[in-house]
């Protein structure tokens, strides 16, 4: 059994950063990839960008790419965003989500284990 509890959301300006943590717990947690998701008022839950458990691959949404960073520390069993140069678009729900199968098969239709999310909330 995974959990996972996400951290690091807040209000930026637009082109601000933030860096959101999340750290997966459980005796079999370094063993899944690792990913993040985000949900907006009136749109549907969207792929952000994802990490497999040996942190050799990473991949991105097309919308964040060149701007956010996902890494993990596997000591830790935390996998880590780096958002930068925040757009009004990126305001949302952020979720973390771990799961056994290896994010080079995301998005999927299910996942494993979700957390409950930051919120990540970007002014003009």
């Known amino acids: 059994h995974v959990q996972l509890v996400e951290s690091g959301g807040g209000l930026v300006q637009a082109g601000g950063s933030l860096r959101l943590s999340c750290a997966a717990s459980?005796?079999?947690?370094?063993?899944?990839?690792l990913g993040w998701f985000r949900q907006a008022p009136g749109k549907e839950r969207e792929f952000v960008a994802a990490?497999?458990?040996?942190?050799?691959?990473?991949y991105y949404a097309d919308s964040v790419k060149g701007r956010f960073t996902i890494s993990r520390d596997s000591a830790k069993n935390t996998a880590y965003l780096q958002m930068n140069s925040l757009k009004p678009e990126d305001t949302a729900l952020y979720l973390c989500?771990?799961?056994?199968?290896?994010?080079?098969?995301?998005?999927?239709?299910?996942?494993?284990?979700w957390g409950q999310g930051t919120q990540v909330t970007v002014s003009s």
């Open positions: 459980g005796r079999t947690a370094s063993s899944y990839s």
């Open positions: 989500v771990a799961d056994w199968v290896d994010p080079a098969g995301w998005p999927r239709e299910k996942y494993e284990y």
């Open positions: 990490i497999n458990w040996s942190a050799s691959s990473q």
